[in-house]
């Protein structure tokens, strides 16, 4: 069974609004005018019912001791309620629609405008430095450029490829960048001058994903000709080639088995592959876990099913999470080897899955972090009690309309006491967003 979820969506630029009202009382203080207003849309959604549509009225006043108040009211006839946060969140509930009592709504904290990224494709990939400061984007013009997150200034540019660009990803020191393409070729990058010291050949299609294994001497491809192929960096080789599928994989995530040291008889030229797993998205229908170092594949799902497009696994809870092209994602509890089925489904509507990321948070789980194709994109807590599985949706990231998104990466947040870690995304735009 599919638990079917409810949402509400809100304006993309709903904090334009808000600052409008802010300063529309700001400008008229001297006037006698102790309040200016701002408005957005509202609509609420569930599958297979009307939907409904209001606005959120934006108030600002002060109050008799000095103090400022910012007050949100809905309009036409929604049960939708809305409270403010502060100038980049609010909170919405609907005794109707949400599953959970409110949720949490946020806009971007930074936004990165990547310049040198045509408007035809938007960005198509990116990725965040591991210590912050530095984003690589790529489009559809083979070209990759490299950004300061916070001058948002162009750093250096990386050209080479022909096609579109599927990955780009840093390596741990933060210097090194790799890339897949269209064109079949994997190439690493000083990030810095832009040079092409190394470039990888021996897929048949379409490279659609990438990882590094370890500090990277080591890294990893997925294709749409249905291998996954490890390969040594200093030689350019490779070292094993994974023939999964008879159609293309997706996505992979690559991550390490709690406790597991390094043995001492790794085959010659791999590294640090001894408790690394990696989960695979394959356009067949399955979800696939794969052991780096031992070379063994279990299945979850079954062929011909509705192709899988994200997963992301969490080897400490052991969970595998995988999202389909029908819109839904599956939970599969890997510490059954042979499952005949999720142990929890759920949805929005019939909208792609095309990213999922797990994010740390302070305390807990890791929330689970969904992007659809028609612009969501949304933190989910599952929590699994016996038999019991629960999930329910605590926070929306709003900067997306009904654009596809494209890329998803979580790293260490530098917010003063984070709740969680940061998330980028990027869409059809050609700017990529930090929540």
Known sequence: MVQVFGHISIQPDWTIDVANALESMTASAGKG???????????????????????????????????????YSVTDG???AAEFVNARQLRLSSRSVLESATVLYTAPRTTV?????????????????????????????????????????????????????????????????????????????????????????GHTSAITDTAIVGVGKNILSAGKDGTMRLWNCAHASTLH???????????????????????TDMPPNEFETAGKLVAVACEDGRALLVDLRLRTVTAYGAINDAPVRAVAYDPVAGRLFSGRADGVVDVWLT???????????????????????????????????????????????????GSTVSAEVVEELVAFDVDPITQVRVVPSDAPAAARQSIWASGRSANIYEF
Request: proline content about 6%.
């Open 113 to 201: 405008a990547c310049t040198q990224v045509g408007r035809g494709s938007g960005v198509l990939c990116f990725d965040v430095s591991p210590f912050g400061g530095l984003a690589v984007v790529g489009g559809d013009d083979g070209v990759l450029d490299v950004y300061d997150t916070r001058s948002n200034r162009h750093r250096a540019q990386l050209a080479g490829h022909v096609g579109d660009l599927t990955s780009s990803v840093f390596f741990p020191s933060g210097q090194v960048v790799l890339s897949g393409a269209s064109d079949m070729r994997l190439r690493v990058w000083s990030a810095s001058d832009g040079t092409n010291p190394t470039t990888l050949t």
């Open 335 to 385: 510490s059954d080897t042979h499952p005949s089925a999720p142990v929890y489904s759920f949805k929005r509507n019939n909208s792609p899955i095309s990213v999922l990321r797990l994010v740390l948070r302070a305390e807990g789980l890791p929330l689970l972090c969904v992007a659809t194709e028609d612009g969501q994109l949304f933190l989910v807590a599952v929590t699994i009690t």
């Open 78 to 80: 929604s049960d939708i």
């Open 33 to 71: 005018n102790t309040g200016g207003s701002g408005k957005f849309w509202v609509s609420a959604y569930r599958q297979g019912e009307p939907s409904v549509h209001g606005h959120i009225q934006v108030t600002k006043s002060v109050a008799a001791d000095g103090s400022t108040l910012v007050n």
């Open 241 to 263: 080639t994974f023939s999964l599928s008879a159609m293309p994989l997706n996505a992979i995530h690559l991550v390490a088995r709690p406790g597991s040291p390094e043995p």
